[in-house]
């Protein structure tokens, strides 16, 4: 039986969804949606907690530096950043795939490099969402050649479908369904970054 605590969870999560979805049409311009999987009250309540955890991770006076990998990540980590009480620098990159015709060639391009020292810091790699991790390995794999004291990855959300995932997130928000997710930063077609909060789009 539940208890009267989870009821009122569930209902509030319920209700918060519900109320999403009716906000849906005006973000949108009329397109259509799946679901909404994730409400904006959820992702604060998660985000907070993840804050709260990273914060208390790293040793006292540690040189801890977030680095956003955009675009997905531009709403998350602004809202991380903020609760994490302690002392942080907050940098971007963004990285690329790249090779000859439409095959890549298993090489990351950082189109934008921290400015940011990496050396000696901690490193938090902010993610908004591991799908395939082969932008992630690789681009991992550089970044801990430049020396960081330590290097982690907190991901949003984590779809569990990466076969050779070399980097496991230490912080993840949500596990993430197998659907095409939108909101809170993640786009179709750069469409929808905006939404306060996660949804799915039909299939197409």
Known sequence: M???STD????????????????????SGGRPL????????EIAARVEAMGEE?????????DILLLGLLKGSFVFISDLARCIRRPIHVDFLVASSYGAGTTTSGDVKLLYDPCAPVEGRHLVVVEDIVDSGTTLNRLMGAL?????????V????HKHVAEDLDWEPRWVGFDAPR???VGYGLDHAEDFRHLPFI???PAE
Do not use: M, N, Q, W
């Not at 009122?8 to 973000?27: G, H, K, N, Q, V």
């Open 2 to 4: 539940k208890s009267a």
């Open 8 to 27: 009122t969870a569930s209902t509030r999560r319920d209700r918060d969804r519900a109320a999403a979805e009716r906000l849906f049409p005006e973000y």
């Open 34 to 41: 799946r679901r909404i999987v994730f409400s904006e009250a």
């Open 54 to 62: 990273i914060g208390a991770h790293y040793e006292p006076g540690a």
């Open 144 to 152: 801990a050649e430049r020396g960081p004291a330590s290097i982690e």
């Open 154 to 157: 907190c991901a949003l959300l």
């Open 179 to 181: 659907e095409f997710l």
């Open 199 to 201: 949804a799915s789009l």
